[in-house]
């Protein structure tokens, strides 16, 4: 791993290579499909249920390798080129593309009742609140049946040169807000992705909803990232508190003694280390689809990992429409509490060595679109094309220009990955080694005169779409290590510790979903996110009462 990511001028004749490489494999995807595309998915027993949880978990995707006798066979989607966006069309869209803060303002345009308030304004300067247009609209009883509620969007400036935030909120109006919500993006994503579940999980009375970019990721502002330590630990450390010190920061802007926390993949890796660095702010911890849960020997010891068996790759080749499709009653994925895969399933193909320079050298996916100049869009269509194939044409093209204005920003954030995982998506200090200290971390030192006051726990939960790719039997693990710390709590506990524990985690299943769940099935998200929300709150009226 390199100390400073790498200069695009220093590696350009290394990365068109390895463009070349990839349009090579565009060359021969449509062939290689097509011999393939008389396989059949695997078909589970209706025993193993999804959308639920404590019940069916999912396990890697080995088990779509072996076809059972009498399963029926399924009609696959046509095959695509790994980057469907022709090259003329490509640079159309990159001499026309749109600024990043209009690419949010268009995706966050299309949600309900906002988008119909702006249209009926009567003042010509009302606008969508967004990166682009600062400041905030209120959708009125007429219109929002779940209304009134302001809609706002704001920079947050830190400390420091460059560093800011950007801020959607929600807010009911002519109630008190009891409880806040803070959702946190993935890897390379942007607040704007979570469009068709704001206006949803904002209809829970007594809540506030907040919606951050990281810093250096989606439109907040991009400093340099740089990591000065030495030590193995220590450089995972550092590029963590990049993070989680801009969140933490935040909070105190915004005066929020206690929140839920609500993050996807990587925002959910971060959440973590944020409960550890900064305890007594959470009541609750969503994980949607988290990475960096299961350890992996080579992530942690190595100093440049060999790839591993990873469904990682799924996230760039998989079709989103089969995915959301569900695949009879939990999918090739499913399998039963604490059941291991078997030793003999056959094991992936090994990441090309490319990809593995590219990771370990700290040139992230997105230095290669920039670089591509005008075939950038095409690029970005590899994975755009495929993640949001499931959603209306207009949609699809709304996320790909969303998405390709982050992609195509300046690298900043980006470039913290390979110190916090290794190719396949594996963390360098994985979660399930320091789970079960979530919820339980000393908020103050003890004193001559006071003992310590410690956290009591609260609830954690992890959410995985049916087909994800993440591998559930790391959440299965996570929440076996919190039950076994409220045990432990529970046995050696001052008696006030024992009376305010609230530890609690559960695995939850969402059905016709893959990775990116919350987009995927929103409808079944949203019902299980507004659950916990729902819980959260009757808990805080009782702490009040």
């Not at 060359?27 to 008389?38: E, V």
């Not at 508190?241 to 802007?253: G, M, Q, T, Y």
């Not at 993949?265 to 944020?274: A, E, F, I, T």
């Not at 849960?293 to 990873?310: F, H, K, L, R």
Request: hydrophobic residues 35%.
């Amino acid at each position: 791993m390199l100390k400073h990511p790498t200069s695009a001028v220093v590696q350009s004749r290394k990365l068109v290579t390895t463009v070349a490489r990839i349009q090579h494999v565009d060359n021969t995807t449509s062939s290689y499909k097509t011999n393939m595309s008389t396989e059949e998915p695997i078909a589970v027993p209706s025993s193993i249920p999804t959308g639920r949880s404590h019940q069916s978990m999912l396990a890697s995707r080995r088990a779509r390798e072996q076809v059972p006798e009498g399963n029926p066979p399924v009609t696959k989607p046509p095959s695509m080129g790994m980057f469907p966006l022709g090259y003329k069309d490509a640079v159309y869209q990159w001499w026309n593309s749109v600024t990043p803060t209009v690419a949010e303002r268009n995706v966050i345009s299309r949600i309900p009742y906002l988008r119909a308030a702006v249209a009926s304004a009567t003042n010509s300067a009302t606008e969508v609140p967004s990166a682009e247009h600062p400041g905030q609209t209120e959708t009125s009883t007429e219109i929002d049946p779940y209304g009134p509620r302001v809609w706002k969007s704001t920079m947050v400036t830190l400390s420091g040169k460059n560093r800011g935030l950007n801020e959607f909120s929600v807010e009911r109006v002519g109630e008190p807000v009891d409880d806040t919500l803070v959702m946190l993006h993935g890897y390379g994503a942007g607040l704007g992705f979570y469009y068709k579940n704001f206006e949803n999980l904002s209809r829970s009375k007594g809540w506030k909803l907040y919606a951050l970019d990281w810093l250096g990721m989606g439109n907040s502002t991009r400093p340099p990232f740089r990591v000065c330590a030495k030590d193995p630990a220590a450089k995972i450390t550092e590029a963590e508190n990049w993070f989680i010190d801009a969140l933490e920061e935040w909070r105190k802007i915004r005066k929020i003694d206690k929140f839920t926390l609500l993050g996807h993949s990587l925002g959910g890796y971060l959440g973590v280390s944020y409960a550890l660095k900064y305890p007594g702010h959470l009541n609750k911890l969503i994980l949607a689809s988290p990475v960096g849960i299961p350890e992996d020997p080579y992530a942690v010891n190595a100093e440049m990992p060999e790839p591993m068996e990873s469904s990682f790759q799924d996230e760039f080749t998989v079709d989103q429409q089969s995915t959301t499709e569900g695949h009879g009653s939990s999918g090739a994925n499913a399998i039963r509490r604490g059941q291991q895969p078997e030793a003999s399933t056959p094991k992936r193909r090994p990441y090309p060595s490319w990809l593995v320079w590219l990771w370990d050298a700290n040139v992230s996916p997105f230095s290669i679109v920039r670089l591509a100049g005008p075939l950038g869009p095409r690029l970005a269509s590899g994975w755009t094309s495929r993640r949001f194939n499931h959603l209306t044409t207009e949609e699809k093209q709304t996320l790909h220009d969303y998405a390709y204005s982050i992609f195509k920003q300046r690298g900043s954030g980006e470039y913290a990955l390979p110190y916090l995982l290794a190719p396949g998506a594996h963390a360098r200090r994985p979660v399930i080694n320091r789970i079960h200290r979530v919820g339980r971390q000393v908020i103050t030192p003890a004193t001559e005169t006071a003992p310590a006051v410690k956290e009591t726990g609260y609830p954690v939960v992890f959410m995985y779409g049916e087909n994800d790719w993440m591998d559930v039997a790391g959440g299965l693990a996570a929440e076996e290590k919190l039950k076994q710390a409220k045990v432990q709590a529970l046995l050696h506990g001052t008696e006030e510790e024992k009376r305010k524990e609230n530890g609690a985690a559960k695995v939850v299943i969402v059905s016709k979903s893959g990775h990116h769940l919350y987009l995927d099935n929103p409808d079944e998200f949203n019902e299980y996110a507004r659950r916990e929300l729902e819980e959260t709150r009757r808990q805080t009226l009782r702490d009040r009462s």
